[in-house]
């Protein structure tokens, strides 16, 4: 395909067949799509386009997607709109990428918790350093202390709160 057309069609308003171009490019496994895709991976403020990128990139299978894609996942602009980007993480080996993926874990939404516990569990495929992987743990200890010391807050105060209703 085009790379003249595919830039022309990105940058055009129609998202439809910004998205359409890129589930093709996908597809068909356009490897030399690929330095464009990270391009407009970047720099566009399109959730949707920007989305349909990972996608088209996590189809291709090339490595050379994964860091763009955790640059953006870690990219403030894509706050509310992340599930697609990690989606496309998921055609990769991860493990060179754990403290992120924890660090998401720990604090993000649902959405992107439940993403990232699946990468976790199923995209760690080589073996981890033991410094990284104790930083980990430690990180998933303390937010679960942190999560006992709020309960904990919640439920007295919820007991008191009951205590103050008139019978």
Not at 18 to 46: F, H, M, V, W
Request: charged share 30%; aromatic share 4%; glycine share 2%.
């Amino acid at each position: 395909m085009d790379l003249e057309i595919i830039r022309k069609v990105i940058e055009s308003d129609k998202v439809e067949s910004a998205e359409r171009i890129l589930e093709e490019i996908g597809e068909t496994k356009q490897e030399n799509c690929i330095p464009l895709l990270i391009e407009y991976l970047k720099s566009t403020d399109n959730h949707r386009i920007r989305n349909s990128i990972a996608i088209a990139l996590s189809d291709i299978g090339s490595k050379k997607a994964i860091e763009p894609l955790i640059e953006m996942i870690n990219d403030p602009k894509t706050l509310g709109n992340r599930g697609s980007l990690f989606y496309a993480l998921k055609a990769f080996d991860c493990s060179a990428h754990l403290e992120t993926l924890v660090y998401h874990l720990l604090t993000g939404n649902f959405e992107v918790q439940a993403n990232t516990f699946q990468l976790i569990e199923e995209n760690i495929n080589s073996d981890i350093n033991d410094e990284v992987l104790s930083k980990c743990i430690l990180k998933v200890k303390e937010e679960l202390n942190e999560l006992e010391r709020q309960k904990d807050i919640l439920s007295d105060a919820l007991e008191m709160l009951k205590s103050f209703k008139k019978n």
